[in-house]
Nanobody, 125 residues
Framework: QVQLVESGGGYVQAGGSLRLSCAASGRTLSSYDMGWFRQAPGKEREFVAAITWNSYSTYVADSVKGRFTISRDNAKNTVYLQMSSLKLEDTAVYYC??????????????????WGQGTQVTVSS
């Protein structure tokens, strides 16, 4: 199985940028399609972005389209979420997740097999 550790979260002013990283260990990242989710206080976990194992396909939620970009570097066993033009409503705990390789983006949380512990992103005005 794979272990996932997110990093890069923190405090940022509205309009600013952050890059989240998700480092994998235990198995090579190329065995998995990957995704990012987020959960704000009192809300359900929400899909943010996904990428196939070979980076051929990516998908981002409408709420972050044009502002967030997902990418990966299999050689570094790392997936990234570049976030720009951050808004107050982007405040949440961000989780990366791994799904056994299918070759298409997975948007449902139930489709993922492994999860990281999350990293907090707080956007202030």
């Amino acid at each position: 199985q794979v272990q996932l550790v997110e990093s890069g979260g923190g405090y940022v002013q509205a309009g600013g940028s952050l890059r989240l990283s998700c480092a994998a260990s235990g198995r090579t990242l190329s065995s998995y399609d990957m995704g990012w989710f987020r959960q704000a206080p009192g809300k359900e976990r929400e899909f943010v972005a996904a990428i196939t194992w070979n980076s051929y396909s990516t998908y981002v939620a409408d709420s972050v389209k044009g502002r967030f970009t997902i990418s990966r570097d299999n050689a570094k066993n790392t997936v990234y979420l570049q976030m720009s033009s951050l808004k107050l409503e982007d405040t949440a705990v961000y989780y990366c997740a791994a799904a056994a390789r299918r070759g298409y983006v997975v948007r449902a949380a139930a489709g993922y097999d492994y999860w990281g512990q999350g990293t907090q992103v707080t956007v202030s005005s």
